[in-house]
């Protein structure tokens, strides 16, 4: 199964992504993320591991600004 990391602008933008997901049936949780070259933000990320474009699409809706996408 792909596992999803979505870098968020903000910590508070990743826990409220997080409580958005699960309210949708993700099983999704908050994470902290090691700095690497290029990235940006504070470093919290929202991992989920379900479809990628609904969780993405839900999170837009709600004015989640999203940093960065990685899949695993």
């Keep these: 199964m792909k596992r ?3 870098t968020t602008g903000t ?3 990743a826990i409220k992504g ?4 699960k309210r949708n049936g993700y ?13 940006s933000g504070c470093g919290y990320a ?6 990628i ?3 993405l699409e839900l999170l837009k809706k709600a004015g989640i ?3 960065e996408i990685n899949e695993e």
Aim: positive net charge.
């Design 53 to 55: 474009d609904r969780a």
């Design 11 to 13: 910590v508070t933008y």
């Design 18 to 21: 997080k409580d958005i997901l």
């Design 65 to 67: 600004k999203i940093l």
């Design 4 to 6: 999803y990391i979505i």
């Design 27 to 39: 099983k999704a949780k908050v994470d902290r993320i090691l700095s690497g070259k290029g990235s």
């Design 46 to 51: 929202i991992i989920i591991e379900n479809d």
